[in-house]
């Protein structure tokens, strides 16, 4: 998105192809997953979104691979769709290590809108089961809510549910308290959020606690069953019965970075995520006309390391690439390299407790969860979004109620006992 708005004053004709017709703001799905927000509330029509730019076309359609002989990208249809420039920004899928045939069924990821409507289906689903049963050790079980990985997402997650249990749930139940729901967290490093000041991890950790949540740092997911995990912590292994397991804990590139490799050859190299490796201006080896930004993309650093997949890298490239294609469409391809310049990094814990870093520049608690609100709904596509997000946002602070509390698709409940019902 952020290319094709950097080339809405150029000559070139632009075919944005995308297998849903929405643009998806992901950082608010876990919302979604909880009842905060609406699907609607983070998503935009992408035809909505470029209606006044006339040099885009959009297309609804999925892309199964390439020829680079041709100059074209091969359609799900298998229809050709010829290019000058081609810009790849597929993003990324979730990563569950090798054991995704056993564990994708079992522990949903937050990545669509899908995922995020069939947690919130679990979630509130595990609830009103354990209201049905008479069986404690089930209601137990039911009431035990496991996350894996504790980086953004998982801590995002865990503040929401506890606050979903705590006090927007409180008072609505008969044979159980809401507020009983263990949430646990399991993290394989020594800290949540690892990745921040060390400060700041034990501030979330903290705030965390003081929302009710269990973590498990240091502990390690050996298996995961439909009514328990199995986990390893100080060499002994441990098993916590659950019916509700969520995945946080890691990611991998989309599988047409492997395409797009497949398609030009070994010259073409793919990191262990299967990332596609670029140059300094995001174009793949040989190719100067084909680019990979985004989570796709492994952009190399000179201290070795490579840009994080985060949203600002992904939308300072796509500005970066469109102007350099819009110049490049001129006759005067740049030769300035992509420089990322790092904002900093934020995630929100709870009501009123957030943490913020950018540089040397460190902040935690209302101010920081202030600083997060702001961010997050200037970052949405459109103004219809912002306005929605902020009633809801404003709604929810004054009542603590979560109106999108929906239940859909198919609905199996577990019940430790069978009765007939009227």
Known sequence: MACVRALRSSEAEIKLVDRRNFHLF?????????????????????????????????????????????RSVVLDDKSELPFDYLVLATGSTHHYFGRDADWEPLAPGLKTIEDATEIRRRLLTAFEA???????????????????????????????????????MKNEFRAIDPS?????????????????????????????????????????????????????????SKRLDTYTVLWAAGVKASSLGKKLADSIGPTVQLDRGGRVAV????????????????????????DGTTLPGVAPVAMQQGAYLGNLIAKTVKGSRPTSPFKYWDKGNMATI?????????????????????????????????????????????????????????????????????????
């Not at 035809?47 to 006044?52: A, C, D, E, P, V």
């Not at 300094?280 to 492994?298: E, I, K």
């Not at 949405?380 to 929810?396: D, G, H, K, P, T």
């Open 279 to 302: 140059d300094s201006q995001c174009a793949v080896a040989g190719y100067s006309n084909v680019f990979v930004v985004g989570d796709l993309a492994a952009f190399s650093l000179a």
């Open 350 to 422: 709870g009501r009123s407790r957030a943490i913020v870093e950018s540089g040397k520049w460190r902040m935690t608690g209302q101010l920081a969860w202030l600083a997060w609100l702001f961010i997050h709904i200037l970052y949405l596509a459109r103004f219809e979004n912002r306005m929605l997000v902020l009633f809801q946002w404003s709604w929810s602070y004054i009542t603590r109620n979560r109106t999108a509390r929906l239940i859909t698709g198919k609905t199996k409940v577990i019940t430790g006992k069978t009765k007939e019902t009227l």
């Open 26 to 70: 992901q950082p608010l799905l876990y919302q979604v997953a909880t009842g905060g927000l609406s699907p609607a509330n983070i998503a935009a029509p992408l035809r909505s979104i470029f209606k006044k730019q006339k040099n885009v076309q959009v297309l609804m359609a999925g892309v199964d691979g390439f020829d680079m002989a041709k």
């Open 130 to 168: 354990a209201e049905e049963t008479d069986d404690p050790a089930m209601r137990a079980a039911l009431l035990t809510i496991v996350i894996v990985g504790g980086g953004p997402t998982g801590v995002e997650l865990a503040g929401s549910i506890c606050e979903l249990s705590r006090h927007t």
């Open 180 to 236: 009983s729901a263990r949430i646990v967290l399991i993290e394989n490093s020594k800290m949540v959020l690892d990745r921040y000041h060390g400060s700041l991890s034990e501030a979330a950790a903290r705030d965390l606690k003081m929302l009710g949540v269990e973590l498990w740092n240091e502990t390690r997911l050996m298996e995961i069953r439909p009514d328990h995990v199995i986990v390893s912590h100080a060499g002994e």
